[in-house]
């Protein structure tokens, strides 16, 4: 089942802040961040397990709500390099890593 | 390291027909995963593989079908091919499989068109 993502979309100017949220159905065993520009890969930003262990970028943050089975995001200070689909990745007790559909950022000078 | 290499990266095939899919994870790297993207559906998850077996499957037809080899490449194989079936078709490797919390890496993917 994928998660579910909001918004779907975003403009931001630079040096503003956002918050991107993910959530499940299931019960999540990890949460995986990732932010793919167009016609490249997704890259990865961030993962978080359960039981509170996370790794990944020191300039992008994220939250993970076990009992809610949710996740969030946050954009500081924005920077232009920042404008990208960020897709977030659940991975339950299937084994499955599902990703949502993606929040489109756009940040402007 | 060298990245994750997916071949071909461009191709266009005719309705019916089938089609090959290439991928070699990183060094090292022994699980690989597929994924389908289209505008407005994400990535959607067709079928993981480690150490040459299938270990979690998507909900996709039989059309769609894979296989890792020893050295842990890994092809996918499209039959029967649809307009639907026109995408982004993402390989992505990791070190281990699931709940390993292993990040995974993406390959640039192969855009397939079905005309």
């Known amino acids: 089942q994928q998660p579910v993502q909001s918004p779907q979309a975003v403009i931001l100017r630079e040096g503003e802040d956002a918050v991107i949220n993910c959530s499940s159905s299931?019960?999540?065993?990890?949460v995986h961040w990732y932010r793919q520009k167009h016609g490249e890969a997704p890259v990865f930003l961030m993962i978080l397990l359960k039981g509170g262990e996370q790794k990944g970028h020191d300039k992008i943050s994220a939250s993970f709500n076990e009992k809610k089975q949710q996740s969030s995001l946050y954009l500081t200070a924005s920077q232009l390099s920042y404008s990208g689909t960020y897709f977030c990745g659940t991975e339950g007790d299937d084994y499955k890593l599902s990703f949502g559909a993606g929040t489109t950022v756009t940040v402007r000078a | 390291k060298a990245g994750v290499t997916q071949t071909p990266r461009y191709l266009i095939k005719t309705r019916g027909q089938q089609v090959t899919l290439s991928c070699s994870p990183i060094?090292?790297?022994?699980?690989v995963s597929w994924y389908q993207q289209t505008p407005g559906q994400g990535l959607q998850f067709l079928f993981e593989?480690?150490?040459?077996?299938?270990?979690n499957k998507g909900n996709f037809p039989g059309r769609f079908s894979g296989r890792q080899f020893s050295n842990s490449r890994s092809e996918m194989n499209v039959s029967t091919l649809e307009l639907g079936d026109s995408a982004l078709y993402l390989c992505?490797?990791?070190?281990?499989?699931?709940?390993?919390?292993?990040?995974?890496?993406f390959g640039e993917g192969s855009w397939l068109t079905v005309v």
């Open positions: 060094s090292g790297h022994r699980s």
């Open positions: 299931k019960a999540l065993y990890s």
């Open positions: 992505a490797s990791s070190p281990g499989q699931g709940h390993s919390g292993n990040t995974i890496y």
């Open positions: 593989y480690f150490s040459e077996t299938q270990r």
